[in-house]
Each structure stands twice: as structure tokens, then as C-alpha cells.
């Protein structure tokens, strides 16, 4: 499937028929309270989603970095700063055509990592034991 036919199977698959992806413009949808943008460009589907504030949040760069090592924390994509809203965001990266079932497995691995560290910066903590541990991830992307 292509990228627009995903997001619109997306929209079918949570009840909102509406959910379309149109060329250059970006689309959203919550879960729950977490708003997860889907952007098109250059034949690549962007998954971007904000994290929380840098603001009171700078120690957290070393800890962010260290998730991107290899996609292993990161959901197979990457924590960044978006430098306009002055936020955390975590990106995940889609090239070319794409089964249904293997996006939905991605984004919910996304969605669970989202929460993750969002639970984590408004805590302030990190656990020793990161959750998605790439072989964690692998058992996600393949169960």
C-alpha cells in the first residue's frame, strides 16, 4: 500500500473515515492524548509526534542521544528538538510502499515508546532497565 492508502486504512481501522493524507499537507490523529502527526514528502512518510518541553529538560540530551543509538529506544526512529515549538518530538521514518499490518505493529511500538518517555520526562527519571531493548523490539516487530 501506498503511503496515503495506509493512513486512510489507519482512519478506517479507528473509526474515522475522513483521515486522509493529501500531497505537501500533513494530518494528524490522537490517541488518547497523544497527537501523532503523519507528513508526506519526497515519497517518504514522516510519523511525528512531540515528547514534551526542553525547557527544565536540558539533562535529558545524553539520555535522548544514548535512545537513538541504533533506533534501540527510539521505536527504530529518532528523538530530536523541534527547534519552533522548543520540544522534545520522536520521528519515525517510512520509505516506499507498505503492508498495513507491519505499519500498525510500528506505530503501536511508537506510540508505547511515545508514552514511555513522555512518562519519564515528566518524571525526571530514568530507569536502569530500558523497556525496548532492541530485542524487544524485534519480538514486537515480529509476534
Known sequence: MNHKEIIS???????LESLKLED???TSVYFDDDEIVFEQTAGRLFVIAPIGPIEGHEDMF???LLANHLGADSALGSIGIDDLQDEYTLTRVFEGDLQYDEFEKSLLLFIRTLRKWKTILKEGTVSENIENTPSEIVSVMNS
Open 9 to 15: 486504512e489507519l482512519g478506517r481501522m479507528v473509526g
Open 62 to 64: 545524553r539520555t535522548f
Open 24 to 26: 505537501d499537507k500533513g
